[in-house]
């Protein structure tokens, strides 16, 4: 049990390591942590779920290139950022940048469900409340109590 445990772990280590190529590392170590540290944000558009530092596809390598070669270009992170997302799309960052579009995607259920709430408070208020009893009515009421008291 332990020597799986072991080879599992030893398959992580490859797997990490075969992700982060020390040949294609930049030779500054500042531009090597600016470059990981965009890469973070950046999502491999083959997993979907990881960021392209994480990533062992091939894409995620194309992209991990392009961010260093930007990055030694002397390109800002911001400038790298909107490179990818005019190239892919926003769906290219992690994380996204605010906009009204998304404020509107993220707020919109949150909107539905209270303006629903609302009308459902409204509706329960104004419901017409318990009418008077027509003598009729009143007779009926009386004389069934009065055979359930017998």
């Given at each position: 049990?332990?020597?799986?445990a072991l080879a599992?772990?030893?398959?992580?280590?490859?797997?990490?390591?075969?992700?982060?190529?020390?040949?294609?590392?930049?030779?500054?170590?500042?531009?090597?942590?600016?470059?990981?540290?965009?890469?973070?944000?950046?999502?491999?558009?083959?997993?979907?779920?990881?960021s392209i530092d994480?990533?062992?596809a091939e894409l995620?390598?194309?992209?991990?290139?392009?961010?260093?070669?930007?990055?030694?270009?002397?390109?800002?992170?911001?400038?790298?950022?909107?490179?990818?997302?005019?190239?892919?799309?926003?769906?290219?960052?992690?994380?996204?940048?605010?906009?009204?579009?998304?404020?509107?995607?993220?707020?919109?259920?949150?909107?539905?469900?209270?303006?629903?709430?609302?009308?459902?408070?409204?509706?329960?208020?104004?419901?017409?409340?318990?009418?008077?009893?027509?003598?009729?009515?009143?007779?009926?009421?009386?004389?069934?109590?009065?055979?359930?008291?017998?």
């Open positions: 049990m332990k020597w799986r599992a772990m030893a398959a992580g280590v490859l797997c990490i390591a075969a992700a982060s190529d020390p040949a294609d590392r930049l030779p500054d170590p500042a531009q090597e942590a600016r470059a990981r540290h965009i890469m973070q944000d950046v999502r491999c558009l083959v997993c979907q779920n990881e994480d990533s062992e995620a390598g194309d992209l991990r290139r392009t961010v260093r070669e930007q990055v030694k270009a002397g390109h800002s992170d911001a400038d790298i950022k909107h490179y990818l997302v005019d190239r892919y799309g926003e769906f290219i960052l992690l994380t996204p940048a605010f906009s009204w579009m998304n404020l509107l995607l993220w707020g919109g259920p949150f909107a539905v469900v209270a303006l629903g709430a609302g009308l459902l408070v409204t509706r329960v208020r104004n419901r017409p409340g318990d009418a008077e009893l027509s003598p009729e009515e009143a007779e009926r009421v009386r004389r069934l109590s009065e055979t359930d008291a017998a």
